[in-house]
């Protein structure tokens, strides 16, 4: 199974720990038959960029950081607006912020999953899988963009 990932995050440290992990678990998954791929995007902003210049992708799974230029609601709303662009895309909140209200606002924006930074990122090629596996997305003919 191929899984391609888009990542938007302002860290760069960890788009780089993100790669990496997902590098590695190439090797590892690759027995179950499991090749990640991955887009890093730096900004909100260069991720709209990107999908409207139609310049990635279209992903099956989007790891979105919940605060991001200072903005600690811009995961929630690049996540509403991805919802309506990759209707079919999982998307992952890969956040620091694992309150209750921030789980139940990420989930009504259409998030498939959440996922705590502080977790080891060695565990998030398999919990990207099974968000993959546990939340079914319909597959649409064609993404909205």
Known sequence: MKVHVHYVDDSKSLLISVRRAL???NCK???EGVEFSFEPFNSVAA??????AQTCLTPDVVLIDMAMH??????IKLAESVRKIFTAAHLIMFTQFD????????MAAGVDNFLAKSED???LPQA???TLRLSPRPIAAQDAR
Do not use: C, H, N, Q
């Open 23 to 25: 590098a590695a678990a």
């Open 29 to 31: 998954l690759g027995g």
């Open 47 to 52: 991720y709209k960029a990107s999908i409207m």
């Open 70 to 75: 200072g903005d600690r609601k811009a995961g």
């Open 99 to 106: 309150d209750a209200s921030t789980i139940a606002e990420s």
């Open 121 to 123: 990122f060695s565990t």
């Open 128 to 130: 990207i899988i099974d």
